[in-house]
């Protein structure tokens, strides 16, 4: 679809009345209600005021691109606008905009007019262009010159698709580009940066995080070869793939502002390196060289993470409801509708197990099946993800629900990747919900029943459980907590304690955290008992791993791990398997999934006091194993 499909001379205003901002909007958007494109103009300038308020749309050089995404359009379109004196649009440089383009978006827009949408914000770059839009004495040159510059920008499409096929030495700059509708300013700023990098003679490639999905996905080796990354967006980015490299992070407004101070900063290595946050592995980075999406430690990580604050907030508000309820012999009632609620401790279980607990399984299924599928797979995912919840098939259920319907999708992805381009639309509204949800449900359908007998099985196991079978359960999840620092054994072992909690069994999250507590704080008391066999910064490192251990971030005892493996690997499994042993051979259940010691006081059975007894000891094991097998430090230097 072509600029000038969305841009006729009907939505053309060449002699705008207007004077001030409201009034330039108020006029552009009667334009387009004019034309018959729009559902309700009350509603659609709401929602122009709406993105306003985000931040001007103003973008410089006498422009501004007014837009928004609404079910108050009926058919996407583009009004423009001209006024020859100008007027005050809170610019991004401060001047009188003289050229306006009203965007209109519907809410279920499909690719092709996103696409055609965002090529025209790309052309407003060139400033001759600009100059003939000034110029011009009809509504009909208008459109001719936008059929012009589309010709033209097709050339360059090809001649750069051409020169990417060839490019096997990387590129010296990457750059990723997103805003919050993904319309406009994601496709200026990158071809802003695009534009300028060639006048440098710097090799770049830019992807885009726009309406339509990401386009032009930066790669695991072209990051790998690259000087550095610009991160050019409003929206939030994953910069974990980024971790080692150069990396310089602005709003998307400076990619179209300032792209040749952006590329100068990592061109002459002026650009921090980023360390990451320490909530991915490196592992989170990579990518097979042709996008797929084989990764299965990725994609559950994926699904973990956007689920950690609902088991969190929901397992710290449940736990804290029996707290008050055994403290005020309030009797704690478990209620289905928001009407039965009559106390306070029942309202907060309510909110944590009826609310944020429910919605655990689905949300992990979903982002599960996203990771896999992009936005595509979120859907499908849900739904699995639900259909798992309501038939008792529990947190592996909701696992298998996510990797079944991000697979799902992308194989109808496959199946329908040879339809005429002129129905591509459909696929993102209609095709990929429809065939997703319903293939995911019957597989759904047909495979929860086994799963739930599996679980149940399972609970039943660990219920049953002797002392001496808790212990060694315990020792077995804290020494996978304490083995790789963060890593997949980390990982794993507390997948499985939160897969436990939503089993109803609290034993096995309370071994995983004592377990992951102890390595930094192991290694930080390492650094005060023997103080003489760490350097300075090492000494720094330790006060820093107090503060992570007692919030139990395993990570704080990566700088060590890093340092000396072998040792501390070793040091930190045998207290954190103690660590686990001894939490469960104290009875210890916890609900509350993390919070480190701001949870003790939260054991669902057993003595807290007991609980940190456990951490202590294992804390104190690993210190002195570490500290006595540790080389002194000038036998450190001199090896």
């Not at 990098?197 to 790998?224: C, P, W």
């Not at 599960?368 to 798992?388: C, E, Q, T, W």
């Not at 916890?590 to 059975?605: A, C, D, E, K, T």
Request: proline share 5%; aromatic share 8%.
């Amino acid at each position: 679809m072509k600029v000038t499909d969305l841009l006729t001379a009907a939505t053309v205003n060449l002699d705008l009345k207007s004077t001030t901002k409201k009034d330039v909007l108020d006029e552009l958007a009667s334009t387009l209600d004019k034309a018959g494109k729009l559902n309700d103009l009350t509603e659609y300038r709401a929602a122009l005021d709406k993105r306003e308020e985000q931040s001007t749309t103003g973008i410089g050089d006498g422009v501004a691109i007014p837009h928004s995404k609404t079910a108050a359009v009926k058919e996407a379109a583009i009004a423009f606008g001209r006024s020859k004196e100008g007027v005050d649009f809170q610019s991004l440089d401060g001047q009188p905009a003289h050229l306006f383009f009203m965007i209109a978006a519907t809410d279920g827009a499909n690719a092709t007019h996103l696409e055609a949408l965002s090529t025209l914000s790309t052309f407003l770059i060139d400033a001759g262009f600009r100059e003939k839009l000034m110029n011009a004495a009809t509504s009909e040159e208008i459109v001719s010159l936008f059929d012009e510059q589309e010709s033209e920008s097709e050339n360059v499409a090809a001649e750069e698709k051409k020169a990417a096929e060839n490019n096997t030495d990387g590129y010296e700059v990457l750059a990723v580009t997103g805003c919050p509708t993904g319309i406009a300013h994601t496709y200026m700023a990158a071809d802003a940066l695009k534009q300028k990098a060639k006048e440098m003679g710097v090799s770049i490639k830019v992807q885009t995080n726009g309406s339509t999905g990401i386009k032009n996905r930066l790669q695991a080796d072209e990051i790998e070869k690259a000087k550095g990354i610009i991160v050019a967006a409003s929206i939030k980015i994953d910069v974990e793939p980024f971790k080692g490299k150069p990396l310089v992070q602005v709003p998307v407004t400076d990619g179209i502002r300032k792209p040749e101070e952006l590329i100068n900063e990592v061109i002459e290595g002026k650009a921090p390196v980023y360390q990451g946050d320490g909530s991915a592995p490196k592992a989170a980075a990579e990518e097979e060289s042709k996008g797929k999406k084989i990764n299965i430690y990725k994609n559950l990580m994926n699904g973990v993470t956007y689920m950690l604050p609902f088991v969190v907030g929901g397992g710290i508000l449940i736990a804290i409801s029996y707290l008050i309820a055994s403290l005020t012999g309030v009797e704690l009632r478990h209620v289905a509708s928001v009407a039965d609620v009559h106390d306070f401790p029942t309202l907060l279980s309510f909110i944590g197990n009826g609310n944020a607990m429910y919605l655990m399984i689905p949300i992990l299924a979903g982002f599960i099946a996203m990771s896999i599928a992009d936005r595509p797979g979120l859907a499908p995912g849900m739904v699995g993800g639900l259909m798992a919840l309501t038939s008792n098939a529990g947190f592996l259920g909701g696992l298998i629900a996510g990797f079944l319907a991000g697979y799902v999708v992308e194989l109808v992805k496959w199946a329908f990747q040879k339809w005429p381009q002129s129905l591509d639309g459909l696929k993102p509204v209609l095709i990929y919900p429809v065939f997703g949800i319903f293939i995911t449900g019957a597989l759904m359908f047909l495979i929860n029943q086994p799963i739930s007998d599996f679980m149940e099985a399972m609970t039943h196991l660990l219920n049953s459980m002797g002392t001496g079978n808790l212990v060694l359960l315990g020792l077995i999840l804290g020494g996978m907590m304490g083995i790789d620092l963060g890593g997949p054994f980390n990982k794993i072992a507390f997948t499985f304690g939160i897969a436990m909690i939503s089993a109803g069994n609290f034993y096995p999250q309370a071994a995983v955290m004592a377990g992951g507590m102890v390595p930094p704080l192991g290694m930080a008391l390492a650094t005060t008992l023997f103080a003489h066999k760490f350097n300075k910064s090492q000494r720094d490192a330790g006060k820093v791993a107090y503060v992570l251990g007692a919030a139990f971030i395993s990570e704080g005892a990566i700088p060590f791990g890093a340092a000396d493996p072998i040792r501390v690997m070793v040091s930190t499994t045998i207290g954190s398997a103690l660590a686990g042993g001894l939490a469960l051979l104290f009875g210890i259940g916890l609900r509350p999934p993390h919070g480190g010691i701001f949870v003790i006081p939260l054991v669902s059975n057993g003595n807290p006091f007991l609980y940190a007894l456990a951490i202590i000891i294992g804390t104190v094991v690993t210190a002195i194993i570490y500290g006595i097998w540790k080389k002194p430090l000038k036998e450190q230097k001199s090896a």
